[in-house]
């Protein structure tokens, strides 16, 4: 496991770790409403597709609470429960789902939520309870995921020393362990040391700021590179692999992934080094044809004319910050996933054939 915890589901309420302060302050952020936890997310307090799929599961267990305390079921007509109950439960799953549109992960975690029938349940309070222990299990699932994408990743790639990794697919963006940096725990694990590049990842800084910060807290050897370093790199230095995460993969294998991937990944073929992505089931989207069909989050500019309270542009200037971009499948030398190692869409649909999205 890694050795902090992204999220904690504490006496109902859940405990962030603030991302947007490490590695300089390790701070929690407590959500006590499904409000906080939209908040959050925006934010980017939790971050990662898996890991904002939890948080959300969590804030749809917060939203449903609130809406149980605020109305005397007891009292009413089943059918006026019943449309009360529908209503509210769509706001909250709307409220959660719109926080942010790239990681298919948010979608999928609150489909889960949304498939418990409150109908099949005695009581309200009966209800709440199973929303609640089923958001627990979801965390739990996923970290089990990661382990087991750790095992198959370290089978494939148990000869690597040396990778590259782009943004930050590790515990803090996950319910615990990480995908491609699980990958790499691993491998150390299994095989020894390995040694891994981080690109910093601008503008947000995932690279520098987050997976900088849990390698060295895991005594994993990690050296920092700006991103217009890795062209340099993959030409001066041996790298054997280059290994990065998630947000969705389509129906025909393209994989979208933090702004930059595409870039790093074309570099890598032109370099003749393989291109890993490590990701669980739960980011592949079948439903969605090409990477071209999704919808890429654009961030506010302000992302890019500085960090913190440092600008360093003129005003005015026109600014593009799209947060996510798109890896075609040619690119992509195979998908590690807890349901093994994937090439190409026709395996991708062949192992996803009995799979509930
Ligand atoms: O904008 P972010 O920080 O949420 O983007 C995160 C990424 O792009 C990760 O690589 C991806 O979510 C995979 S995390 C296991």
């Known amino acids: 496991m890694s050795s902090f915890r992204t999220m904690e589901w504490t006496n109902g309420n859940l405990h962030l770790l603030d991302q947007t302060k490490l590695p300089c302050i390790e701070e929690i952020v407590i959500c006590k409403t499904m409000d906080d936890v939209c908040e959050s997310i925006k934010k980017m307090v939790v971050r990662g597709a898996p890991a904002i799929g ?3 599961a969590f804030g749809y267990v917060l939203g449903v609470r609130s809406l149980v305390e605020n109305f005397n079921f007891e009292n009413m007509s089943p059918d006026s429960c019943s449309s009360l109950v529908s209503k509210g439960r769509e706001k ?8 942010r549109p790239t990681a ?7 489909k889960q939520m949304q498939r418990l029938d409150y109908k099949e ?3 309200m309070g009966s209800y709440v309870n199973a929303i609640e222990s089923k958001a627990i299990y979801l965390l739990q ?3 089990n995921t990661n ?6 990743g370290a089978d494939l790639l148990g000869q690597c020393r040396s990778v590259l990794t782009h943004c930050n697919a590790g515990g803090l963006a996950t319910g615990g362990y990480g995908t491609a940096l699980g990958v790499i725990r691993s491998i150390k694990s299994r095989f020894g040391d390995i040694s891994v590049f981080a690109t910093e990842t601008r503008p947000l800084l995932q690279g520098a700021r987050l997976t900088a910060w849990e390698l060295t807290k895991d005594d994993i050897q990690v050296t920092l590179i700006t991103d217009s370093m890795c062209g340099a790199l993959m030409q001066t230095r041996e790298i054997d692999a280059v290994i990065v995460g998630a947000d969705r993969i389509t129906a025909n294998g393209d994989v979208i992934n933090k702004i930059g991937t595409y870039t790093v990944s074309v570099l890598a073929k032109e370099n003749s080094i393989p291109f890993y992505v490590a990701a669980p089931w739960s980011t592949v989207d079948l439903g969605t044809h090409s990477g071209g069909d999704v919808e890429i989050e654009q961030r506010n500019v302000n992302e890019v004319r500085g960090f913190g309270d440092s600008v360093w542009v003129q005003e ?3 600014i593009f910050n799209p947060a996510f971009d798109v890896t075609p499948v040619e690119y992509v030398s195979a ?4 349901r093994g190692v994937i090439r190409g869409s026709v395996d991708l649909q062949e192992k996803g054939l009995d799979y509930e999205f």
Do not use: F, P
């Open 335 to 338: 998908i590690i996933t807890e």
């Open 121 to 123: 349940h005695e009581s």
């Open 141 to 143: 699932e996923d970290i």
């Open 316 to 318: 005015n200037l026109s």
């Open 54 to 56: 939890c948080a959300a």
């Open 92 to 99: 909250i799953y709307q409220s959660l789902l719109k926080t």
């Open 147 to 152: 382990l087991k994408i750790g095992e198959i």
């Open 104 to 110: 298919v992960n948010l979608e999928w975690a609150l």
